[in-house]
């Protein structure tokens, strides 16, 4: 009943071909799907031609059905009969009834016939009728979503990434990341010189598993050196990107740099983190705190992170009892009065993984 009162058929005038509209077009346009012509949707105020004439009643009509009542009577009248005469009344009225049962067929047959014709004479005059004047009605685009492809984004992508970790200048590189300009300013922070080492690539989709990230995908990739890593693949208007910053594990600030500033401010870092029971200096209720311990994706640095028990950010960061390490990206930042260098507050969780659906200059 619910798609009944979402739709109303339609007949092209043009090309007589059949299709559905929502209800809520009435009195739009619409595009025939067969002739490709623009039709105006008739609205309920509208007023069209039937598509069939009703015959005029027949004088006879009265007549006809007191002697249909006659001959039915005349029936039960030879039924009773042959149950008192015999079987010959029978056969004789068996063979009447089959020759006004033929004659019945050939009377419905010809009737069906002048309905059709009198239909098809009908839609003829109707559609050699003068069209009325051209009126221009706004027609809806339809936009149809492209196809993903599997197959073609693992190609496009593989290429991607071998050009990628065959790069061994900046210039190189920047053409196939995700966001230049703002990963050209980062990369020559870190690489002055303008020079990189390139790892080349040993293995692409080591696992077969294309998964969804956002409006992108990850792969993971084996590279030159034997690493396993995680590379992320996003659209952009100039095609397939690599995201450069979770490949690194990109942070806001260099992580030796965080420890000896020791900022009260928050810093966006991709951590490695993991549960443990540290309690010490400025974090010593365990009742009120929860610890990790986050770990750099270098491997070369580690600090220890609190956030309060029962708190929404201690519920979002908290892995599952199977997990023991997870990657994450937060944002630290050290409290004022800071008795540990490597003791930090987890003021923000941005994402699960490094991968960030919008990355920004901070």
């Not at 009325?132 to 492809?149: N, W």
Request: some cysteine; hydrophobic content about 35%.
């Amino acid at each position: 009943m619910e798609n009944t009162r979402r739709w109303s058929g339609f007949v092209c005038p043009e090309c007589r071909f059949v299709f559905r509209v929502p209800r809520d077009h009435d009195g739009q346009g619409v595009v025939c799907p067969s002739c490709r012509r623009v039709l105006k949707i008739p609205s309920p105020r509208d007023q069209t031609q039937d598509l069939v004439v009703p015959l005029p009643a027949s004088p006879e009509t009265g007549a006809g059905s007191k002697r249909k009542k006659r001959r039915r009577k005349s029936r039960r009248t030879d039924a009773h009969d042959w149950d008192s005469v015999g079987g010959t009344t029978s056969r004789s009225s068996s063979h009447r009834d089959r020759r006004q049962m033929r004659w019945m067929l050939i009377g419905g047959s010809g009737f069906l016939a002048l309905c059709v014709v009198a239909v098809f004479m009908a839609m003829r005059d109707n559609h050699r009728e003068t069209p009325p004047p051209a009126v221009a009605i706004p027609v809806t685009p339809v936009i149809h979503e492209p196809v993903f492809s599997e197959a073609a984004f693992l190609a496009e992508a593989e290429a991607l990434a071998r050009r990628f970790l065959d790069a061994r200048t900046i210039d190189e590189l920047l053409p196939v990341v995700r966001h230049p300009a703002i990963t050209g300013p980062r990369l020559r922070a870190l690489h002055p010189d303008g020079t990189l080492a390139a790892a080349g690539m040993s293995a692409f989709n080591i696992n077969s598993e294309l998964v969804p990230a956002g409006s992108g995908h990850t792969v993971r990739v084996r590279t030159g050196e034997y690493a396993e890593k995680t590379m992320a693949f996003f659209p952009t208007p100039e095609g397939v990107r690599i995201d450069w910053e979770s490949w690194v594990g990109w942070s806001e600030m260099p992580w030796g740099e965080f420890i000896r500033a020791r900022p009260t401010d928050a810093k966006l870092f991709r951590v490695i983190l993991g549960p443990v029971d540290y309690y010490n200096f400025n974090f010593t209720d365990d009742r009120k705190w929860r610890s990790y311990r986050l770990v750099s994706p270098d491997g070369e640095h580690s600090l220890y992170a609190y956030v309060e028990h029962g708190s929404a950010l201690d519920e979002r960061i908290r892995p599952s009892p199977d997990q023991k390490q997870i990657p994450l990206t937060l944002s630290l930042r050290y409290p004022p009065d800071a008795s540990s260098p490597n003791q930090v507050l987890v003021e923000k969780w941005h994402a699960d993984g490094w991968v960030l659906e919008n990355e920004t200059e901070p």
